[in-house]
């Protein structure tokens, strides 16, 4: 850790990062043989891709985790294009890859997710003593993620509490029992992004309504959570906070791969943050950043005249 971590903007973690392959294809049909249209490998996991959109917004970033050594190469030219201190843990084996086909006609992406590498109680020792040095008080620090093999569902407690007691502002973006065991510990993240179906998998109920969204999130900042942002896919965005709910909305758009939108959304919370933007300037340039995202393989939002030309198209509203 060198003495310039001081110097960045915002931190993010990703503990089972991954190498995407995405193969495109026309019409994508089970169970027959089928031409590729073109493949496009890049560097992935929740993580990465919101300190890559970050970068692409002009600020500094350090990104920290743990990585295959055997096949890292591929990060370590990300890290150096876009600029990312580059602070990731190195341990034996390789990064997992993920395989996903991009069907351009209709837009849909099918994912195979493979299983992530085994990490040490020592390797993560490393990587959580690295972490704590990276944290300045009221920096956001994005974790993001599935958790990798070996590692505890209360891992992202662990980190919650690593940061929060040393004045970070945690924003959180994983699921399942991970996120459930967040949302009951000592330290409640600052802000959380669940999608519709997250959310409801930790409520243990559907909630068809946008008002149902709205009365689980109030109930989760009367708990303590700064921020609830539900993302819902081409219907936008809900953001509750203490004093107010929106609803965000964009236009339609063509649509090249939603791979990678929710983790822009987060880059674009993140962004607000550092900006110290009200509810509604944050909101906008959140669904801006996925917006931007979706014409695009890999980590990238495209230049900031774009994004800022989504954020003000965005419609907003308040949810009865």
Same mark, same amino acid.
Do not use: Y
């Given at each position: 850790? !060198?003495?310039?971590?001081?110097?960045?903007?915002?931190?993010?973690?990703?503990?089972?990062?991954?190498?995407?392959?995405?193969?495109?294809?026309d019409?994508?049909?089970? %169970?027959?043989v089928? =031409?590729?249209?073109?493949?496009?490998?890049?560097?992935?996991?929740?993580?990465?891709n919101?300190?890559?959109?970050?970068?692409?917004?002009?600020?500094?970033v350090?990104?920290? %985790?743990?990585?295959?050594?055997?096949?890292?190469?591929?990060?370590?030219?990300?890290?150096?294009?876009?600029?990312?201190?580059?602070?990731?843990?190195?341990t034996?084996?390789? !990064?997992?890859?993920?395989?996903?086909?991009?069907?351009?006609?209709?837009?849909?992406?099918?994912?195979?997710?493979?299983?992530?590498?085994?990490?040490?109680?020592?390797?993560?020792?490393?990587?959580?003593a !690295? #972490?704590?040095?990276?944290?300045?008080?009221g920096?956001?620090?994005?974790? @993001?993620?599935? #958790? @990798?093999?070996?590692l $505890?569902?209360?891992?992202?407690?662990?980190?919650?509490?690593?940061?929060?007691?040393?004045g970070?502002?945690?924003?959180?973006?994983? $699921?399942?029992?991970?996120?459930?065991? !967040?949302?009951? %510990?000592?330290?409640?993240?600052?802000?959380?992004?669940?999608?519709? @179906?997250?959310?409801?998998?930790?409520?243990?109920?559907?909630?068809?309504?946008?008002a149902?969204i709205?009365?689980?999130? =109030?109930?989760?900042?009367?708990?303590?959570?700064?921020?609830?942002?539900?993302?819902?896919?081409?219907?936008?965005?809900?953001?509750?906070d203490?004093?107010?709910?929106l609803?965000?909305?964009?236009?339609?758009?063509?649509v090249?791969?939603n791979?990678?939108?929710?983790?822009?959304?987060?880059?674009?919370?993140?962004? %607000?943050?550092?900006?110290?933007?009200?509810?509604?300037?944050?909101?906008?340039?959140?669904v801006?950043?996925?917006?931007?995202?979706?014409d695009?393989?890999?980590?990238?939002?495209?230049?900031?005249?774009?994004?800022?030309?989504?954020?003000?198209?965005?419609?907003?509203?308040?949810?009865?």
């Amino acid at each position: 850790m !060198t003495a310039d971590v001081h110097l960045t903007d915002a931190v993010t973690v990703t503990l089972n990062p991954a190498i995407d392959l995405t193969v495109s294809v026309d019409r994508f049909s089970l %169970g027959r043989v089928q =031409r590729a249209r073109g493949t496009q490998s890049c560097v992935g996991g929740k993580g990465v891709n919101v300190a890559g959109c970050l970068a692409d917004w002009g600020l500094k970033v350090d990104a920290t %985790g743990i990585l295959g050594r055997a096949n890292d190469r591929v990060f370590v030219d990300f890290f150096a294009e876009k600029r990312i201190a580059d602070r990731f843990i190195r341990t034996t084996g390789e !990064t997992r890859t993920n395989f996903k086909i991009a069907d351009t006609f209709s837009g849909d992406v099918t994912e195979v997710n493979l299983p992530g590498l085994e990490v040490s109680p020592s390797t993560f020792a490393t990587m959580r003593a !690295t #972490l704590q040095r990276a944290v300045v008080p009221g920096r956001p620090v994005v974790l @993001a993620g599935s #958790l @990798a093999e070996g590692l $505890s569902v209360t891992t992202w407690v662990d980190l919650i509490a690593d940061v929060t007691e040393r004045g970070g502002r945690v924003v959180l973006d994983t $699921s399942g029992s991970a996120l459930a065991a !967040t949302l009951g %510990g000592p330290h409640v993240p600052h802000v959380i992004k669940p999608n519709r @179906a997250e959310l409801e998998e930790v409520v243990g109920r559907p909630l068809p309504e946008t008002a149902d969204i709205v009365a689980v999130a =109030r109930h989760l900042v009367k708990r303590g959570v700064g921020l609830v942002v539900v993302s819902r896919g081409p219907k936008g965005a809900i953001f509750v906070d203490k004093t107010e709910a929106l609803e965000v909305v964009l236009p339609a758009k063509n649509v090249l791969t939603n791979v990678g939108a929710g983790d822009a959304m987060v880059a674009g919370l993140v962004a %607000g943050m550092i900006e110290g933007a009200p509810l509604e300037r944050l909101a906008r340039l959140a669904v801006a950043f996925a917006s931007a995202k979706l014409d695009r393989i890999g980590p990238h939002i495209g230049p900031a005249s774009e994004v800022e030309g989504l954020a003000a198209a965005a419609k907003v509203t308040v949810p009865a």
